[in-house]
């Protein structure tokens, strides 16, 4: 504007009478304009109410948050094809695998399930697909565990429909060796693994009816937090177990979660937002809680001495599920905490460090085409 004013003053001075009368009065309507306007400026800033941090930080999550579903739905209606991404492509025993697609079908929407079938072409366990979520049209997910007793080297994940196999993808187990353990149980326990009980085969039951479900609703996508602060183990996810009975014979297991070695009386904390499924006490298990985070994805918390949760609950990440203990078939005071994927069970560690949805990588992977 300082450019502008010395120009016109300049040239005022080369031209005459009327003309300079001109220059001088456009000069007074700009010097009222700007006037005009920054009084203007000024009534609103101070009609501006200063912004909290915590809201500027929610706008700032609320805007990436509305750019990213922009970005998807964009993404999503502009497959021709269907696009496929399995991550990661290649997974130790007891990770968990995302499968996503978008895209058209030739017949049109359908449903479809996927499968891991190792080099031998068996199946070693199957999800359903669901919704990504709101903003995400076009694009589902599924997400698999690679069961611990899987034979390491070159797999497949086969997509399926009613009418047979969509699409065929590679895949790699990778090498994991895990750890043997025996331990002694006293009668009492060795009851509560041989001795058949009505009660124990309901309870079972219920619990499986549970972990099969295949719900809508997606409660949590990021990472898990851990159960309780104590980072002792007493035992660790796929642990191959000898149960010496108190007769002196013997029985093989495998461990489907992780035990925290943690005194009676310490808070479990839900380790991510989810549903209550289940709240209460079984014969094996003790107190017991089941989390639903996403369609067909639990987490399992046993052996604890009360429980603070009502089942149908809708809990935050961090919620107090109850405290610790050494309730139904347990040696000592612990938390038992397992993920169940699909029904499959799957490494807890594995959720601590990548989300349960990677919505970023699922969008990289199916924007450039590639598994």
Known sequence: ???????????????????????????SVIFSIIAVLFIIGCQQFRQQAPVEPDVAEEQVEETLAFAEEQAVEKLAVSFEEP?????????????????????????????LSVSLLNSRGERLTKASFFDLGEGWQGVK???????????????????????????ELPFTIENRVFVAETIPLNQANTDLRTVPDPQKTLESNILWAIISKTGKEIYSDGLFTPPVTSTRRTSDYGDRRVYEYANGTSETSIHAG???????GT???ACAAGKVALARERIVTGN???????????????????????EGAIVAGGT????????????????????????????????????????????????????
């Not at 290649?90 to 079908?105: D, K, L, M």
């Not at 992780?258 to 009676?264: I, R």
């Not at 017991?288 to 009502?310: C, K, N, Q, R, W």
């Open 258 to 264: 992780v035990d925290c070695g943690v005194p009676t």
């Open 141 to 167: 997910t599924a997400i698999l565990a690679v069961p611990s007793t899987a034979r390491i080297g070159n797999a497949q994940i086969r997509i399926e429909s009613d009418s047979g196999v969509v699409r």
């Open 320 to 371: 107090l599920l109850g405290l610790s203990g050494s309730t139904g078939l347990a040696t000592g005071p612990h938390l038992h905490w397992e993920v169940r994927v699909s029904t499959e069970n799957a490494d807890p560690d594995a959720f601590l460090s990548r989300p349960l949805l990677d919505k970023q990588s699922i969008m990289d992977k199916l924007r450039t085409g590639s598994l």
């Open 267 to 269: 808070p479990v904390m």
């Open 288 to 310: 017991t809680v089941i989390l639903e985070h996403l369609p067909g994805l639990y987490s399992l918390y046993y052996h604890m001495d009360s429980i603070a949760v009502s």
């Open 1 to 27: 504007m300082g450019n502008y004013l010395k120009f016109h003053h300049a040239k005022a001075h080369r031209t005459y009478g009327s003309r300079r009368k001109v220059v001088i009065s456009n000069i």
């Open 83 to 111: 696009v496929f991404a399995v991550i990661p492509q290649a997974a130790r025993p007891g990770e968990p695998v995302t499968i996503a697609y978008g895209g058209n079908f030739k017949n049109g929407p359908q449903p």
